[in-house]
């Protein structure tokens, strides 16, 4: 079992950066794939970056170049620095961990998840 606990969300104007953290307790983050997902309002819940065992990202297309997912196994954290934000990024963001087989960019194949952050880019 492994509890996870995001922080760093909050109101930013577009173009701002925020960073998001995923603070794990239970287990060592190491034996996970780590993921983010966010759910815009009225929408499903959607993949946005995951972080392998193996220190392989991933991130979706509509993020890419301006998020960046990486991990502290140290600290048993997962990150994701958010840079360039946009209205459309307004979410509640989840971090996820993994340990069964099957894409990372699929929900179901998610084992445990946080409580969620919310992020609103707004003017």
């Known amino acids: 079992q492994v509890q996870l606990v995001e922080s760093g969300g909050g109101l930013v104007q577009p173009g701002g950066s925020l960073r998001l953290s995923c603070a794990a307790s239970g287990r060592s983050l190491s034996v996970y794939v780590m993921g983010w997902f966010r759910q815009p309002p009225g929408k499903e819940r959607e993949f946005v970056a995951a972080s392998s065992t193996g220190g392989a990202t991933f991130h979706a297309d509509s993020v890419k170049g301006r998020f960046t997912i990486s991990r502290d196994n140290a600290r048993n954290t997962v990150y994701l620095q958010m840079n360039s934000l946009k209205p459309e990024d307004t979410a509640v963001y989840y971090c996820?961990?993994?340990?069964?087989?099957?894409?990372?960019?699929?929900?179901?194949?998610?084992?445990?998840w946080g409580q969620g952050t919310q992020v609103t880019v707004s003017s």
């Open positions: 996820a961990a993994k340990s069964r087989a099957g894409s990372v960019y699929f929900l179901t194949n998610y084992d445990y």
